[in-house]
């Protein structure tokens, strides 16, 4: 043990070393230095120290799913309060009932999202006790979440960190309909229902047709497009950085990335300032999206016959990955006809629905559950 004595700050009798002002310097004596470097702004929700409280603001509204509050700026936050911030049923209510808080009380009508991933926009229907919170995502029973709701006058955007797990969490899908995203660089993000027998079905495969068509343009080669984000989809791959889920097409170019994951609130309610200040709303739903139809259904098809006679994938992951096409393209239609989300929400909530009533796959949920880790049969 050393016998060096304790400096003299320790036993002048001070309440502590942190304070509202900052922290105590005893290099410079200063019993207020500031916490964060001259000429940057403060991160709105800082890594705590030891003893430091933070102002929780004033909350709006608040249900067991979710907690909305704002700093008198105008900007509400919502905070998921879920178990690892999953989507439960009283997040979705919860988020329905801060949409409609926003349009009627905020100052700028305004909503970003802390923890987990903000999408808005509407989804589908469907069915199945193993599969009821997702489902419920996607169906259009008047809630209408996150699947593209256009009288929702509410600039959206999403706060993220975390990493992605096989199951039905529906984060992907939340931040890949807001307005505009701020993923923190650490960001693990996939839709990677697969791993559990099932297909991505709160709008995200949807919203990847509507991307490749936007990306080939009108006549050109959609297939190529959808290509890309196949094998990352049908695969359940997982990006190892934000940056990287850019290119895989989980996050848009624009999307932000910030390497502090402390500063994300701050990033996410100025770039939901900007949009308000812009005169942001929301687009209507795409109507004329170029699928790739069953020649592109026929061509995944091949690529996974030879997977499938490699031994690469089981027989149950060939048919999850053929229903995962046939989404994505558009079902069998011809090549280059046009549909709108509607019809690609259905086919995402029929296979769905087909896929969470085989025992296969509701093993995969069970195994999932129990262990943590996929299951492969």
């Known amino acids: 043990m050393s016998d060096a004595p304790l ?29 964060h470097p001259a000429g940057l702004p403060a991160p709105a929700l800082p890594d705590p120290l030891l003893g430091e409280k933070f102002d929780a603001g004033q909350t709006v509204f608040e249900n067991d799913g979710v907690r909305m509050w704002h700093d008198g700026d105008g900007i509400a936050v919502v905070g998921f309060k879920t178990k690892m911030n999953t989507v439960s049923d009283k997040v ?28 808005r926009r509407r989804p589908g ?26 009288a929702d006058q509410v600039r959206a955007g999403a706060g993220g960190r975390g990493r992605a797990r096989p199951g039905l969490g529906g984060g992907c899908e ?7 995203t701020v993923a923190h660089l650490e960001s693990y993000i996939g839709l990677v229902e697969a791993g ?36 990352t989809v049908a695969m359940a791959k997982v990006s190892a950085s934000a940056l990287e889920a850019k290119e895989l097409g989980l996050l848009r170019a624009d999307d932000m990335v910030v390497f502090n994951a402390f500063e994300l609130l701050h990033v996410a309610k100025a770039q939901a300032r900007a949009l308000a200040e812009a005169g942001y709303r929301p687009p209507l739903p795409a109507r004329r999206i170029q699928a790739a139809g069953d020649v592109g259904i026929a061509t995944f098809r091949m690529l996974l016959v030879n997977m499938l006679e490699g031994r690469f994938i089981s027989p149950y992951d060939d048919e999850i990955a053929t229903r995962i096409a046939n989404v994505l393209s558009g079902g069998e239609i011809d090549r280059g006809a046009l549909v709108d989300e509607e019809w690609l929400l259905k086919l995402e909530r029929k296979h769905f629905v087909e896929l969470a009533q085989q025992e296969k796959t509701q093993a995969r949920i069970g195994h999932m559950l129990k262990t943590g880790k996929p299951l492969r049969n």
């Open 7 to 35: 400096p003299a700050w320790v036993l002048d009798g001070r309440d502590g070393v942190h304070a509202a002002a900052g922290s105590y310097s005893p290099a410079d004596n200063v019993p207020g230095a500031p916490l």
């Open 92 to 119: 979705l209510d919860g988020l329905q009932e801060a949409i409609s808080i926003a349009e009627r009380d905020l100052r700028l009508g305004d909503l970003a999202a802390e923890g987990t991933l903000l999408r």
């Open 125 to 150: 229907r469907g069915a199945g006790r193993a599969a009821g919170r997702q489902d419920r995502a996607v169906r259009g029973d008047g809630r209408q979440l996150p699947a593209h709701q256009p």
């Open 174 to 180: 939340f931040q890949m309909h807001s307005a505009r």
């Open 196 to 231: 559990v027998g099932l297909l991505p079905a709160g709008g995200g495969l949807k919203e990847l047709a509507v991307r490749a068509s936007r990306a080939a343009g009108p006549g050109g080669d959609v297939f190529a497009e959808l290509k890309k984000t196949f094998e």
